[in-house]
């Protein structure tokens, strides 16, 4: 069993930046492709990123593409999400998922692990 847990979410004001975190223990997340997904009050979990197992392929939603970057360390076992000129439609519960490749990666109902989420809050 996978245990994935993000951190580094907060209050920050529009523009502003925030990098999340999505570690896991007693599994080498480099076994997986690895996804970021954010789900908004009263909306669906929306695929944000993925980065494949090596550190590539990469691919991004096109409302973040250019302000966000997925990243990995896979000796740190650590996920990484840098997010930059962050907006007020960026609020969400932001939730890292481990998955056996990058296109199920991209699909929340394709990824096998989930963290618990960590709550990313932009104000205008």
């Known amino acids: 069993q996978v245990q994935l847990v993000e951190s580094g979410g907060g209050l920050v004001q529009a523009g502003g930046s925030l990098r999340l975190s999505c570690t896991a223990s007693?599994?080498?997340?480099?076994?997986?492709?690895m996804g970021w997904f954010r789900q908004a009050p009263g909306k669906e979990r929306e695929f944000v990123a993925v980065?494949?197992?090596?550190?590539?392929?990469?691919s991004y939603a096109d409302s973040v593409k250019g302000r966000f970057t997925i990243s990995r360390d896979n000796p740190k076992n650590t996920v990484y999400l840098q997010m930059n000129t962050l907006k007020p439609e960026d609020t969400a519960v932001y939730y890292c998922?481990?998955?056996?490749?990058?296109?199920?990666?991209?699909?929340?109902?394709?990824?096998?692990?989930w963290g618990q989420g960590t709550q990313v809050t932009v104000s205008s």
């Open positions: 998922a481990a998955a056996p490749s990058v296109d199920a990666g991209s699909r929340p109902q394709t990824c096998d692990y």
């Open positions: 980065i494949g197992w090596s550190g590539g392929p990469k």
């Open positions: 007693a599994v080498p997340l480099s076994r997986y492709a």
